[in-house]
């Protein structure tokens, strides 16, 4: 029985014909990397618990319970009034519903047919779900590029890339996780209708194409890469008719579909963002035009009627262009796109962008710590697809180039770069491997002798053995380091935080949601709270309280009016607070656990931020530094920062706790200094609570007294 | 039957109940005697109702609070000179009497104890130093002692606020006492009764070798404190204001002043207890009530450009009795930080009414009445609603001036299908001919 069961499983395998094992083979790796991109995201929830992570997840994990409790129309129609108090915010026709709308579909059809699972759980599961997917479209995708060979690698590849990993993990249920998978689709089906010409694949990159506008509002960046492939392709010459049909038809289609969002409106046909698809729109429209012309009329009169055409049509667009941008209905390039563009532009004009830690420029190491063997692989990859240029080779490397600029600029945009890196390096790697492993001399003796008579080529086995592995140790390196990088790094979920104890134990603080549950339990179901507005979405998901401002930054007066209130003294802040009916105030102080990006690390943006309008012009920022220019919060720092609201907020009660051995009471572990301004009351505040490790300090807002003094 | 005659009686018997217990109150004195020299006051206190309690300031079971209930409503402090309050009161505790919704009337003399100074410092005012009063060369009794401290306050000195001080007296007031001035920064202290140009505030058997404490119009005589909770608290300077001699006696202005058989000062005293003990101008907000015009139930939210009904029910406290109020100044203010809409409130029904119609602004709106008139209680109500955009299906579907674009769109929808239709089925008739 022994003997006989072993030769049967490869007997079996045998029986095949070598193409139905080549499929097989092709399913079981591709299979294997889906669902290793699924288990690899899953740290977070084994760590810690089946939560939603950090910030704008809460957000979008509240408005999909919303969905799937009260219907689409419903959500469409959503005025919140919980949040941006007292403006309020129109929910349905400021964000980007694709998300929610596949989440809660997803729910729906689970528990139609009996598998009951709750909304959180989908909204956890739902990032890993769609990494699993994108694996499948990058297999699909670099198929249409190059090979199979390729496309499984780059599957593999991408299955576990961190760079992808930090936004998709179990949890982090945020636009971009389904993102990518739409993105990478509709470029999928953009080179199938490239390559064919075919209106079918056309109308399914046109849908595609909505479904991304629908998730995210990285499409501007889709929107502009596809036009600009189509302009290169005219530029070498290589526009035919299949270009031709694909784009006018994906163009057409996909604004249409695009303007059905609520929230892009007419952006499409209005916004600078968007005009250059428009402008190779009807360039292609010229072009064909050109050709028909160029077919029918002889080579000098082409010539002169070109001249003309290009003369007359170049100064009527541009004087078309310019009447509708001082008319107003192109808009102004908004401040994210400059961003983009100059990455100094923000930082200088707009404090509420700069701010926001993904909008800071990359560090050089993030890029190896995000993609590590990618990095090296990706011109490999490039030379092989210049090497053997075709129209879907051009647009890889132009998704390429363009995306490694722009994630050299805004760290966040490192995700559109790693499926490409992923993609180029699989190409890379399945090159290299395709070449050297046929030099591999796996032969027996007999004909090992009459390849050594190749003199054109010496040592080629022993060159091509070291090649193989050279580049197996990279990629089982690739993994270890993938691996590493997901379970330490990436699954933490922000809400709940760790820190090694002394006995090398874990510590968990779990102070954010004790402080929320405090305000959902103790408080009035109307209570107004005011933070910064960083935990906006936290407190209106989890508490269930109104806040003021929250992480949609769509209003920098009324977030620069909380910064204000912030960094004034107390009576001025009163005044504030009075005016926007506030009830409580929340601040994050990290001076006892040593937890960094608390409210104090932050106040520098609440002072610029609030010295950024103008009821605000009175707050400078130099008036918070010492005159030697430093922040800093001990005995030297500046008066105005000592005595402002947030630093007492923040140091309330905090002058008389020891902290740290062999140091003074106050002695704050993120500053590493002794504060300056210990012994004082607050006047107009009283303490309402303080976590359990003082994370979360909630202060209650006094009424008038009673007798007017 | 016999039940609903026990249960109307045990109600009535209630209602009386409560009646007596808004009433109690508590009088301080330094001695006794107060009791007799300021007898008229007191009679016509227990006249209005007042459930009078004497006690010494210095009794050793004094209090104010007993198992965490007041004990009195209302506190009358004629014990100028006390140094200390005896049992359980002080300044702390007559302060969180007030807090707690308790009114005081406090009389004050030249000699004045610290514990009365510091309440009034509590309050908002502030009495001058020991020793000192108010002095007045031109406008003093004809019977004064030669001191200039017996003062006629004349009727024009008085605050215009009918609700306090009752309908404009004919004679003026005799005043002998210390006088007060009201911290600028309490926005809630009222000047009732001050003093004239000519008048200042000084130790009267010294000679002025540093500027007065108070001096000229500044220099109050009588000063009222509304708190927010609505308590009420009147200081006046004077002891002897409330005694059956100033009640009695003639006045007469001493530069050639008129001769007024009987002064002022009784009226005034009784109009001051009344409004001091709520007994005047005291006003309640009853139910508030919002709808779409037309409809009677309150929705969830509303939409811009609505026509919204608003209606409150304000009542008044006379004769003990709660009615309807009257005013016709009462305002509706729609705010989101600033008002939108602010509008009169007109009468009907007993109730407070107005229909307006929301602004073209979405956002989180309060219905607010702020009622702030001098000598009323402080109304304010405010109710929170969301005012929603509109919906996607309340939008005009066809404008008019579009219709250029209609018209456009369609017929070039049109064109393309009978361009397709002529395209795809016409014959070449050459074609034909060549084969």
Not at chain 1, 151 to 164: H, K
Not at chain 1, 337 to 342: E, G, I, Q
Not at chain 2, 234 to 246: H, K, Y
Request: charged share 20%.
């Amino acid at each position: 029985m022994k003997t006989s069961s072993a030769p049967f499983g490869a007997g079996w395998l045998l029986r095949m014909s070598p193409q139905k094992q080549d499929t097989l083979l092709k399913l079981m790796i591709l299979t294997i990397a889906a669902i290793l991109a699924f288990s690899t995201r899953l740290f977070s929830v084994l760590q810690f618990e089946s939560v939603i992570h950090e910030f704008d997840p809460y957000f979008n994990y509240r408005t999909t319970l919303f969905l799937a409790e009260k219907g689409f129309y419903n959500f469409h129609n959503w005025f919140d009034d919980r949040a941006w108090y007292p403006l309020g915010r129109i929910i349905g026709g400021t964000i980007y519903p694709g998300l929610m709308v596949t989440s809660a579909a997803i729910y729906n059809v689970l528990n139609f047919i009996n598998i009951t699972i709750n909304v959180r759980n989908v909204c956890v599961f739902l990032a890993p779900l769609f990494a699993s997917f994108t694996t499948v479209v990058t297999y699909l995708f670099t198929k249409e590029l190059k090979d199979a060979g390729a496309g499984l690698v780059a599957a593999s590849m991408l299955a576990i890339v961190p760079g992808y990993i930090s936004r998709s993990v179990a949890g982090s249920y945020d636009n971009e996780g389904i993102a990518i998978f739409c993105m990478l689709l509709t470029y999928t089906l953009w080179v199938k209708a490239a390559k064919t010409g075919s209106l079918f694949w056309s109308v399914l990159c046109a849908l595609a194409y909505f479904y991304m506008v629908s998730s995210w509002g990285g499409y501007v960046f889709l929107i502009n890469l596809i036009p600009l492939h189509v302009l290169i392709l005219m530029f070498t010459g290589r526009f035919s008719h299949r270009i031709y049909v694909a784009y006018s038809s994906v163009y057409c289609i996909g604004t249409i579909l695009s303007m059905q969002i609520a929230f892009v409106g007419f952006q499409p046909v209005q916004s600078s963002e968007h005009m250059a698809a428009l402008g190779v729109f009807g360039l292609c429209q010229i072009h064909a035009f050109v050709d028909y012309l160029r077919s029918k009329l002889s080579v000098e009169q082409f010539n002169l009627l070109f001249k003309s055409l290009v003369l007359i049509s170049g100064s009527v667009m541009f004087g078309a262009a310019a009447v509708a941008t001082a008319a107003g209905k192109i808009s102004p390039w908004t401040g994210r796109f400059y961003s983009l563009l100059d990455p100094s532009y923000a930082k200088n004009n707009i404090p509420i962008i700069a701010s926001v830690s993904e909008h800071q420029p990359t560090a050089w190491s993030s890029f190896y710590f995000d993609l590590q063997l990618l990095v090296f692989m990706f011109p490999v990859g490039l030379y092989y697809c210049f090497s053997k240029l075709t129209d879907a080779n051009i647009f890889i490397i132009i998704y390429g180039v363009t995306s490694i600029y722009f994630s050299g600029v805004m760290v966040r945009l490192m995700l559109v770069l790693a499926p490409v890196m992923c993609i180029l390096s699989g190409i890379g790697v399945s090159s290299v491997l395709n070449t050297y492993m046929k030099n591999l001399d796996v032969s027996t003796k007999k004909d090992k002798k009459q390849k050594k008579s190749d003199n054109t080529y010496p040592l080629k086995n022993e060159i091509a053995t070291g090649v193989i592995m050279i580049m197996t140790s990279f990629l089982i390196m690739y993994t270890f380091h993938c691996t590493w990088v997901t379970s330490e790094a990436y699954s933490s979920p922000s809400i709940v935080l760790t820190a090694r104890g002394g006995d090398n134990g874990k510590i968990i603080f779990d102070d954010f949601r004790e402080a929320y549950y405090w305000l959902r339990q103790n408080t009035h179901y109307n209570a107004k709270i005011m933070s910064w507005w960083d935990y906006g979405y936290q407190i209106t998901a989890i508490a269930n309280r109104t806040v003021l401002v929250d992480n949609n930054t769509w209003n920098n007066t009324h977030i620069s009016r909380v910064g204000q209130a912030m960094a004034s003294t107390e009576d001025k802040a009163y005044e504030i607070m009075r005016e926007l009916d506030v009830d409580y105030v929340l601040v994050i102080f990290g001076g006892l656990t040593g937890y960094s990006s608390d409210d104090i690390n932050k106040f520098l943006w609440m002072v610029r931020i609030g010295g950024s309008t103008d009821r605000g012009s009175h707050i400078k920022e130099a008036d918070y530094y010492t005159p030697q220019g430093e922040f800093r919060v001990d005995k030297d720092g500046s008066p105005i920062l000592l005595n402002c609201l947030m630093y007492k907020m923040c140091y309330y009660r905090f002058g008389s706790v020891y902290t740290e051995g062999g140091k003074p009471t106050g002695y704050d572990r993120v500053r590493n200094t002794e504060i300056g301004n210990k012994d004082f009351e607050l006047e107009v505040l009283e303490e309402a609570y303080t976590t359990e490790h003082w994370l979360v300090r909630i202060y209650k807002v006094k009424n008038l007294e009673n007798r007017g003094i | 039957m016999e039940k609903t005659c026990i249960t109307g009686v045990v109600i009535l018997l209630c209602y009386v109940a409560a009646a007596i217990a808004q009433k109690r109150t508590l009088i301080l004195v330094d001695n006794w005697s107060i009791r007799e020299t300021h007898s008229t006051f007191f009679r016509s206190l227990r006249d209005q109702g007042f459930d009078l309690t004497f006690k010494t300031a210095d009794d050793s079971n004094l209090a104010l609070v007993k198992y965490g209930e007041f004990l009195y409503e209302n506190l009358i402090i004629f014990s100028p000179s006390v140094e200390d309050f005896g049992g359980s009161v002080d300044v702390g505790a007559i302060t969180n009497f007030i807090d707690g919704g308790g009114n005081v009337l406090v009389a004050g003399s030249s000699s004045l104890g610290d514990p009365i100074r510091e309440l009034a410092t509590e309050c908002g005012i502030e009495f001058d130093e020991e020793n000192t009063a108010v002095i007045d060369h031109l406008n003093f009794d004809i019977n004064d002692d030669g001191k200039h401290t017996l003062i006629v306050a004349d009727t024009n000195n008085l605050l215009d606020a009918p609700m306090i001080v009752g309908q404009k007296a004919s004679s003026p007031f005799l005043f002998r006492g210390v006088g007060m001035v009201a911290d600028p920064d309490n926005p809630l202290v009222l000047g009732v009764l001050h003093a004239s140009s000519t008048a200042y505030s000084y130790n009267p058997d010294e000679k002025i070798s540093e500027f007065p404490h108070a001096v000229g119009k500044n220099t109050l005589l009588i000063s009222a404190l509304q708190a927010r909770n609505n308590a009420r608290v009147i200081f006046v300077g004077s002891i002897d204001f409330f005694s059956d001699e100033f009640f009695q006696t003639s006045v007469q202005n001493a530069n050639n002043g008129k001769r007024f058989e009987k002064s002022g000062n009784q009226e005034l005293a009784n109009n001051l207890a009344l409004w001091v003990f709520r007994e005047k101008g005291v006003l309640r907000v009853g139910t508030v009530e919002h709808h779409l015009k037309g409809s009677k139930k309150v929705p969830a939210a509303y939409t811009v450009m609505e026509e919204v009904e608003y209606s409150i029910q304000i009542d008044e406290l006379t004769d003990g009795q709660w009615k309807p109020f009257q005013g016709k100044d009462v305002q509706l203010e729609f705010v989101r930080i600033d008002p939108f809409v602010r509008t009169t409130l007109k009468q009907k029904n007993g109730l407070l009414y107005v229909s307006f119609k929301l602004p073209d602004v979405y956002g989180v709106y309060q219905f607010r009445v702020d009622y702030n008139r001098v000598g009323y209680t402080r109304l304010f109500s405010t109710t929170q609603v969301s005012v929603h955009p509109l919906k996607h299906t309340q939008y005009e579907r066809y404008i008019p001036s579009a219709y250029p674009y209609y018209i456009s769109t369609f017929s070039m929808m049109f064109g393309v299908c009978i361009f397709s239709f002529v395209f795809l089925h016409y014959k070449e008739d050459t074609k034909d001919k060549k084969e």
